[in-house]
């Protein structure tokens, strides 16, 4: 299998040989005072890099090279700046466009972005009006961001995040909509990486932590994989996807993704091995001071040996180890029962004393109010349909 990952003119130039406009100037009297302009599109990755560095809750699904790999896969990706009256970046959001076939519209999505200081409600009011001019410039049905930011944290007791809070309603007042298509994990479970290995490893359930030293007794190793290991992290991942019943999308995809993220420095592999054969593997993504588990997999052969377990420690231990201060589990059930799809994959994080971390989720502005209820609400019911009338 091949990966299809684009040369490297494709990871310089985002927007291709499109013509880069500037947006107009805009009269908002409660523009934020620490803004003077307004979005302006970054044409350089290293730029672009230098602006999400110097903002608070920046995302790897922010970064050019998430950009330059969805652009190859349908989308075309604008990575906007705001400039604060000293030029200092106030905000920034990688929104990517994707037209919609036979229709003279497009949707946008700003996957785990904007990233400003939301602590500034007068920039939050500006970010999000620049949002809202770009989607009627960009003759978008609607655009969809999902801010990392918690509205909430732990579980039993859960502790409100005031400044999550105060940014659902500020969407909601500014005619924002929940999404009902949630792209992203809205929950989530974060360790914290500051305490040392020891303290880490004690404050696990104890049932994990034997897990983890059973592994290691059973003779699992970890080793990092290289680019050439891709193919066969496909392949578990395909077996692990048909076992847990979840839609996984074409080899491709993911051989581009995982290649051009390790290619950029993003991202890493690992691999639990039994007398050389691959059991598991994890795909984390490094971005700033986090680090995240976005993929895993793993096979039927030699499950009683427990590599999942080893696994996830030691891809702690080296997110610790590059000066993470935050290890992601990426993905935690909507609600806390037994019913819920992610319940399972939840009690086995859930062993590494992380704390839940509920954040505001996907929200919609609709650009074009009915065409949106079209595409959101009457498109889906006709297909839900559709599929009903062939099964009967």
């Keep these: 299998m091949v990966s ?55 995302h790897a699904l922010q970064s050019w090279t998430w950009g ?36 003279p519209f497009s949707i946008l999505y700003v996957p785990k972005g904007p990233c400003l200081s939301y602590a500034d409600a007068p920039l939050r009011h500006t970010m999000l009006a620049e949002l809202e001019r770009l989607a009627r410039r960009e003759k978008a049905i609607f655009i ?24 659902r309603t500020q969407l909601g007042q500014r005619g924002w909509r929940f999404s009902s298509s949630q792209i992203q994990f809205r929950n989530t479970v974060e360790l914290d990486l500051r305490p040392p290995e020891a303290d880490l490893l004690a404050a696990m359930k104890q049932k994990t932590r034997y897990n983890v030293r059973l592994a290691g007794r059973k003779e699992v190793v970890v080793r990092a994989g290289i680019s050439s290991d891709l193919p066969l992290l496909v392949r578990m991942y395909a077996e692990t996807a ?19 993220l390790l290619q950029d420095g993003l991202g890493h592999l690992l691999i639990a091995e ?28 030699e499950r009683q040996r427990m590599p999942n377990y080893l696994l996830q420690w030691e891809a702690i231990r080296w997110a610790k180890a590059q000066g993470c201060t935050v290890y992601d589990f990426w993905g935690a059930p909507d609600e806390f029962t037994e019913s819920d799809p992610l319940w399972g994959v939840w009690r086995f994080k859930a062993g590494y004393n992380g704390q839940v971390v509920r954040h505001v989720g996907a929200w919609d502005y609709p650009a074009r109010p009915f065409w949106y209820w079209a595409y959101a609400v009457m498109i889906p019911r006709y297909l839900n349909f559709l599929r009903d009338k062939q099964s009967t």
């Design 242 to 260: 048909a076992r847990d019943n979840f839609t996984v999308r074409l080899p491709a995809y993911y051989l581009d993704a995982w290649a051009a």
């Design 274 to 301: 039994y007398d050389h054969q691959p059991l598991a593997a994890v795909f984390l993504v490094k971005f700033a001071n986090r680090a995240i588990y976005m993929y895993g997999a793993s096979g039927e052969q």
């Design 144 to 167: 969809k961001i999902d801010p990392d930011v918690p509205v909430s944290r732990g579980l039993e007791p859960e502790e409100p995040d005031t400044l999550g809070q105060a940014l």
């Design 68 to 103: 330059a790999f969805k652009a190859r896969w349908g989308w075309s990706a604008q990575p906007w700046w705001l400039p604060a009256a000293d030029g200092a970046p106030a905000a920034a959001a990688l929104v990517l466009k994707r037209k919609l076939p036979r229709l």
């Design 4 to 58: 299809t990952a684009g040369n490297p003119t494709d990871r310089d130039q985002l927007t291709g040989s499109r013509q880069l406009y500037q947006p107009p100037t805009i009269n908002d009297s409660r523009r934020s005072k620490t803004t003077t302009s307004p979005l302006q599109l970054v044409t350089s990755a290293a730029e672009w890099q230098q602006i999400l560095h110097a903002l608070p809750y920046a």
